[in-house]
């Protein structure tokens, strides 16, 4: 095992001047450090246009969106219907099914008490991977248990992941049932950097099935059609995209609006009430309960700016060369065992996550020499459930951005080669 220190012969980011490319001007955060950034998929460094949103919502006329008449009250109100519309544009949506929420976890919970409370009945099925996050798997199991109590059984259905850290697509078609419900997919997985669409399954999976789509990793880094997907519900994270934490989108077909219930009812949800009980109003309200995170959906709106101007296809092309650097210049390095992903592609791809381990020293002892020696790397499970089957080790994982370089890409395959040799 390692020891803490930073081996002699690597050498430290700040010992060399990386060359800034005219996009890190953008982000404040790393206009004066000599760290790598390596940990995008967590969260994103934020860009100037972002961070000045959420100042001048606190600084400039603080009020509340659709409670007043009043001109500040109105104007927020409107700045947040133009993020609704702007981010329906952006994923291919209609304004009503975008649905603000806490985050991407809010989402995702949301679809299973307000959709899955209300539609799920005795021995229904929901397929789902075990080793997605955390957030994708704790909340059917979650739904498992709330329904249990009122003594309706429903049955969770484990699929495959492949070595190219995707879904099994073969595998989620065998396990389709007609007691099938939903299907719950990580579009871009979090840790294997695997892209799932369910293309190839088009034809074979029952309309009447809903397709719930986790974008977390996806929005923000490439080009995300929700109706191209064929996504009933699909979730994003607005921190992963340049966003305040805080912060996500829950879209909502508008086929699904009739099948859902109050997921936060109070205040701004559109509930009214009545002898009968609280009767359900119209979308996206209905699943807006309680005062929105107004400096977090105008900073939304800021980053969607963002991310028109520096194109989504060149992020894209961006983090596909990175994948493709970093894979050559790890995959020399004796010990390095990459977990399932783009390293195992019979064809150049990937979206910016690599994940993998080195042999003599444990992911989180790498993670900590590599931070000493300036490179900030995510290690450990990475929010999948402990129960998981298989079993996946802890490992780093090497999350790129836009404001990535593949000087920074070299230079951290370098530093790995260096430590691999010394715990060799």
Known sequence: MVRASAPATATPPAAREPARPPVRALFPALADTAEVYLDSASTTQKPRLVIDAVHRYHSERTANAGRGTYPWAGEQ?????????????????????????????????AVALSWGLANLREGDEILYSPRDHASNVYPWQHLRGLLARFGRRIELVPYRVTALGEADLEDVAARISPRTRLIAVSHLHHVFGGLTTLEELRGRIDPAIALCFDCSQSGGHLPVRVRELGADFAV???????????????????????????????????VSLEDSGLVAGAMPQLLEGGTHNLPGILALGAALEVLDELGLDAIAAHNRGLTQALIAGLRPIRGVEFTPGPAYAPCE??????????????????????????????????????NRTPADEDSVRVSTHVYTTSEEIDRFTECVATIAEEVS
């Open 77 to 109: 109100t409107r700045r947040v219907e133009s993020v609704r519309a702007a981010m329906a544009e952006f994923i291919g949506a209609a304004p009503d099914e975008v649905v603000f929420t806490g985050g991407a976890t809010a989402g995702l919970n």
């Open 236 to 270: 994003f994270a607005a921190h992963k995209m340049f966003g305040a934490p805080g912060t996500g989108v829950l879209y909502c077909h508008r086929r699904r609006h009739s099948e859902l219930t109050p997921f936060l009812p109070g205040g701004n949800s559109g």
């Open 349 to 386: 791809t990937g979206y910016g996550i690599v994940s993998f381990t080195v042999a003599g020293i444990s992911a989180t002892d790498l993670g900590f020499v590599l931070s000493e020696l300036g490179f900030l790397v995510r290690t450990g499970a990475h929010c999948v459930p402990a």
